[in-house]
């Protein structure tokens, strides 16, 4: 079955600079991949995803790159601000069956004023 | 409205009780879905009904019994739960069970005695 390992587990970074979390894969079938901000109190909220097909995707400051070859992908936080302070999560899925989604170990970034 | 409601939001049992907790969304979603997340861990699939039918069930113990009674309702029946059962219990739902968002709520918090 899927794996998905989440590097750093914590992350602090200075407002204004930029935060990257990098996540690997296991099944070379897996082609949804999601990442979720779950914020204190409050359930996972989808923030950017991407597909086996596209290399990369951005939405505004948050972008998400994948290496289909290396089986990596990451989320890459620009000019980050207070209420980015979260633990993000990335996951992965086969297209078919993305009821199944296998979520990382999680990333819980800080943002220092 | 994109909303998940799950209620109650905390719950205190004892291992003898019986309880259930309650999820609705109004956003035309055919597939919802049980969570359960530890602390400090990423959520782990628990149950998904797809067109008000289960689909998966994760080997979980029959002490949760999930029951959809249509297709903005999800209820999962707590019995004879153990303290280890204590959790953030979350539900989510999504489009039509395939690729896509998966819509959260804040979840319960459970707390077996």
């Known amino acids: 079955g899927e794996n998905v390992e989440q590097h750093p587990s914590t992350l602090s970074v200075q407002e204004g600079d930029s935060a990257v979390i990098k996540c690997t894969y296991s099944?070379?079938?897996?082609?949804?991949f999601p990442w979720y901000k779950q914020e204190l109190g409050k359930g996972p909220q989808l923030i950017i995803d991407i597909r086996s097909n596209v290399g990369e995707k951005k939405d505004q400051r948050i972008a998400v790159t994948l290496n289909k070859t290396a089986k990596h992908f990451s989320l890459h936080i620009t000019e980050t601000q207070p209420e980015d302070s979260a633990v993000y999560f990335c996951?992965?899925?086969?297209?078919?069956?993305?009821?199944?989604?296998?979520f990382g170990s999680g990333t819980r970034l800080s943002i220092r004023p | 409205d994109t909303e998940v409601t799950q209620t109650p939001k905390h719950l205190v049992m004892g291992m003898t009780n019986k309880k259930s907790l309650k999820c609705e969304q109004h956003?035309?979603?055919?597939?919802m879905y049980w969570y359960k997340q530890k602390a400090k861990k990423p959520p782990e699939l628990m149950f998904v009904?797809?067109?008000?039918?289960?689909?998966i069930n994760e080997s979980v113990p029959s002490r949760f019994s999930p029951e959809c009674p249509n297709s903005s309702l999800l209820n999962l029946h707590l019995h004879a739960l153990q303290p280890e059962d204590s959790a953030l219990y979350l539900c989510?739902?999504?489009?039509?069970?395939?690729?896509?968002?998966?819509?959260f709520g804040e979840g319960s918090r459970l707390t077996v005695l």
């Open positions: 989510a739902s999504s489009q039509d069970g395939g690729p896509g968002e998966l819509f």
């Open positions: 996951a992965a899925t086969l297209y078919s069956s993305a009821s199944k989604i296998i």
């Open positions: 099944d070379s079938a897996s082609n949804y």
């Open positions: 009904y797809s067109y008000e039918k289960l689909s």
């Open positions: 956003m035309g979603h055919r597939a």
